[in-house]
């Protein structure tokens, strides 16, 4: 899985400034991608704009399905558990939710006899229908609560010798 944010912004200068005096936010993204290993109505449905599967006959375990040469949107909310083992007795989860996102680009899918399908997904997230929340990460993880070094600042110190 991979997580990607990404902000954009302009820097504005003022009279006889050289440098930005402040940016001003142009635009923001944030998307999750990950290789699914299932080949399921869910995945194959996200992976191809809505793809749904039918029975070809009642009672014939034969299904088709149509993909459409007109693509189309499909929002979803996304929901990503993972679990960090630090040791036995230190075990975290995490969950990343968001609200409302869309498959922003698929990667070429890969199967071979030996190796089960991959079909790599990309989710973009889409701005809230209202507030401000694009997603909501949750864990019981004490140290997302810890402090920088040096009071909660980052800094970077210079040899000078």
Known sequence: MT??????????????????????????EFGVSSVFQETKAVVLGAYFGGLVFAETAAGSKRYRAEISS???????????????????????????????AEVSETQDAQWTRTQEARWGISFAALAPASGTTLAVWLTDDPAVLLAAPGGGTLAIEENTK
Not at 13 to 28: G, K, L, M, N, V
Request: hydrophobic share 30%; aromatic share 10%.
């Open 3 to 28: 997580i990607r944010r990404a902000v954009e912004r302009t820097g504005t200068t003022h009279w006889q400034q050289t440098t930005p005096a402040r940016f001003i936010y142009t635009s923001q």
């Open 70 to 100: 007109v693509p189309k949107g499909d929002e979803r909310a996304l929901c990503v558990d993972w679990v960090d083992q630090i040791s036995a007795t230190e075990v975290y989860h995490h969950r990343l939710y968001v609200p409302r």
